[in-house]
């Protein structure tokens, strides 16, 4: 983690306002990818994610097939003008990395005993990057899954956590992780209460570590509520 | 089938050779095997057999980092190892495995990297850390963080001629180690906590949390694999047991070097 002389709380409050467990103005949608079989756009602050599932469509090339299950393929993508410095197009080896992870994060909402020889594609985008790229990406995984139909057994809420100037805190924006003493960011299906993503970097004492899971998964509810809400107004519409 | 086997077995709180859950098999450690290296290791725990070489080369400095030299961890899961290794560049698995290795050597702040600017803004020391499974049975990531904190302890910097290159004949001081995590992977089956699993073992994991911990009790790293999932009471238990054996492991790694490097020099004499 890098450092700062910035104070990044002052007088409890964040650098844009916040309390330590607020989240920032929170905004999803879906069917916003006319062609995909369910998508999304979800917004936490200025970190802004799309989301495409295709699927369960059977998968190519043929190799790749499980003759007793379905398969999830998730590619996490930065747009080149989403960050300060242009990223360069192509995986990185963090996009590599975090496609991963959140492969597995929303692997364990789906029934892929079910599709046989097929895949559940999900693409998700990052227009604009200002922190917890990867939880918004997971958030807007589950609102497109949702949005295609694909039957699930709960949906996958994602938020990230972490430390600064000694105070645990929830959501972190870009400055925050950048500066932060630690970042934890967490995936979980909020109604079976099971984390299906845990990562953290930083430094942090167990029992930190320990209360800042049980803070995002407090906290978590706000955003199934926000993935309710966006899913009901589809229909509402 | 021999899953179901090693699924019952743990049932009984049994494993297939024998150990308790929370027991880890042999580990041996070589210093330096590699004198092309700035500094290396290989590690056996058990079967699995890893090496890490680190070669320092200058580089640039990260624009927001003018003054702090750059560390870059890489795996290469070469097919030699594993009959599942595949040949061609690093995939998501390789991927994985070196960031979490790095994360717990970055964050702990195991280099101090600030140490290692030759110019600011212009020229740093880059230090590469290659990670070589050469015999996969299990536990990759445990064994990795130790062999690349034994590595790093054994790296010496090159020294600069006059002209500014770098001489490898002449190495000068030691990399400084200012601290020394050690990485505990909990896997999870069935209610069930394992240490330290074999290969087979992996493969009936619902799930594995890898815990970086410091000599201070700090976590600096974790990462949940594999597609199971966990509850919040599971990480807290995990936790609990990474922080405990995470100190047996630095004390052997520490200090119980004697018993383990006369093992190495023991298959050395045997090799001729």
């Known amino acids: 983690m890098m450092k700062t002389d910035e104070k990044l709380i002052i007088d409890g409050k964040r650098l844009d306002g916040r309390k330590p467990d607020e989240l920032r103005e929170i905004e999803m949608k879906v069917g916003v990818i006319p062609n995909a079989d369910g998508s999304s756009m979800v917004r936490f602050g200025k970190t802004i994610a799309i989301a495409a599932v295709y699927g369960p469509r059977k998968l190519f090339p043929k190799h790749l097939q499980e003759s007793e299950t379905g398969v999830v393929q998730f590619k996490y993508d930065m747009a080149t003008f989403s960050v300060d410095e242009r990223k360069r197009p192509g995986p990185s080896r963090r996009e590599i990395e975090i496609s991963k992870v959140a492969r597995l994060a929303v692997e364990p909402a789906l029934f892929l005993e079910k599709y046989p020889k097929a895949t559940v594609d999900i693409f998700v985008e990052i227009l604009q990057a200002d922190g917890s790229t990867r939880v918004t990406s997971i958030n807007a995984a589950s609102l497109a899954l949702a949005d295609a139909g694909v039957p699930m057994r709960d949906l996958v809420v994602a938020l990230s956590g972490g430390k600064i100037d000694d105070t645990l805190i929830l959501d972190l924006c870009g400055k925050e992780d950048n500066y932060s003493d630690a970042d934890v960011p967490v995936a979980f299906m909020p109604n079976k209460k099971e984390i299906t993503l845990l990562q953290m970097d930083g430094r942090l004492k167990p029992e930190e570590v320990k209360e800042i899971i049980r803070n995002i998964l407090h906290a978590g509810k706000k955003v199934y509520e926000k993935q309710v809400e966006a899913l009901k107004k589809k229909y509402s519409e | ?272």
């Open chain 2, 1 to 272: 089938m021999r899953a179901e086997y090693i699924l019952k077995l743990l049932e009984k709180d049994e494993r297939l050779d024998g150990r308790k859950l929370d027991e880890f098999r042999k580990i041996v450690i070589e210093e330096n095997p590699f004198q092309r290296a700035e500094g290396s290791a290989r590690v056996k725990i058990g079967k699995t057999e890893v090496i890490v070489g680190v070669k320092m080369d200058f580089s640039e400095p990260y624009p927001d980092a003018p003054n702090s030299g750059v560390l870059r961890t890489e795996a290469e899961l070469t097919p030699l190892a594993h009959p599942d290794f595949l040949p061609g560049p690093p995939d998501e698995d390789a991927t994985e495995i070196a960031r979490v290795i790095d994360r717990g050597i970055r964050e702990s702040e195991t280099v101090n990297l600030e140490k290692l600017c030759i110019t600011e803004g212009e020229k740093v020391w880059c230090i590469y850390m290659d990670f070589y499974p050469i015999n996969h049975d299990g536990n990759l990531i445990d064994a990795g963080t130790i062999a690349s904190l034994v590595a790093l302890k054994n790296t010496k910097i090159p020294s600069i001629d006059e002209k500014g290159k770098i001489n490898r004949e002449e190495l000068k001081e030691n990399l400084q180690i200012n601290h020394h995590p050690i990485t505990i992977t909990i896997g999870k089956v069935n209610g069930k906590f394992i240490l330290d699993p074999t290969f087979e073992e992996e493969q009936v994991l619902e799930s594995r949390l890898s815990i970086t911990v410091t000599e201070e009790d700090k976590i600096v790293a974790m990462q949940k694999m594999g597609s199971g999932t966990l509850t919040d009471d599971d990480i807290d238990a995990m936790i609990d047991i990474a922080v405990k054996k995470s100190k047996e492991i630095r004390e052997l790694i520490l200090n119980g070097t004697k018993e383990v490097k006369q093992k190495v020099k023991a298959d050395k004499s045997r090799k001729g």
